[in-house]
């Protein structure tokens, strides 16, 4: 399997370290768990995950609870998750993951920033053979234990596949076995760093450093958007 978009979360995350919309992404991804599961992680898998991730980026505690205590209150906004696709320069592909209580604005920023920056949307569901939708789980080498045996304890719960990167490993598995691969590292006491869905490239992409410049452009005008919670594309 490519790792393209390893080349795009590297950049992709040194941004969002200096950027201060990142805690307002991760809050809204806490209230949205906690609206639809509740507000107790220890019976909310995806609220769980949730904070897992802020904490990863180290937004404080008062911010995970004042998010998960929004998602109770009288005036909590209700979030619509959106995905757009489109084409940006040089015919790179991208899809946008949103979440919005106005998809009106949503949809009128998004398409702006391709009109603008080389590109266009493309209807919905058109890219989505082109990407794999896969669960991806980071976490540090457990002591006293072998990448193989770590393989063969986690391949009932849908593990395909581990790649070890210097101190920090990654497990994939189909986006479907998320919840599963999550209990097996519970079980295995392995504290996982962070846990997402990717949508990773099946047929990555080289583009010069001229083209990448121009496209990032357009990706980085697109993570900064306030809805947009996350953007993929097919970089190699």
């Known amino acids: ?127 989505e053979f082109m990407f794999s939708r896969k669960a991806v789980f980071e976490f540090e080498k457990p002591e006293g234990k072998d990448i193989e045996e770590l393989e063969l304890d986690l391949i009932d719960a849908g593990l395909e596949e581990i790649d070890e990167n210097e101190e920090i490993i990654y497990a994939y598995a189909d986006y479907t076995n998320f919840g599963d691969l999550s209990k097996a590292f519970e079980d295995l006491g392995i504290e996982v760093k962070k846990a997402t869905l990717q949508r990773i490239p099946n047929t990555p992409v080289e583009f010069s450093e001229e083209q990448l410049e121009e496209i990032e452009k357009l990706l980085d005008k697109l993570e900064e958007d306030d809805d947009v919670q996350a953007v993929y594309n097919n970089i190699a």
């Open 1 to 127: 399997m490519g790792r393209a978009f390893e080349y795009r979360r590297a950049a992709k995350e040194k941004r969002w370290d200096k950027m201060s919309r990142i805690f307002p992404k991760l809050g809204k991804a806490i209230t949205i768990a906690a609206k639809e599961g509740g507000p107790d992680p220890d019976m909310n898998a995806a609220l769980r995950t949730a904070i897992m991730n802020a904490k990863a980026q180290n937004m404080p505690k008062a911010n995970i609870d004042a998010a998960i205590k929004r998602a109770s209150g009288k005036d909590a906004a209700n979030y619509d998750e959106i995905i757009y696709e489109g084409k940006g320069p040089h015919g790179v592909l991208v899809v946008v993951e949103c979440a919005t209580d106005n998809s009106t604005r949503t949809v009128a920023n998004v398409k702006s920033y391709f009109n603008k920056l080389g590109g266009g949307l493309v209807p919905t569901g058109s890219l």
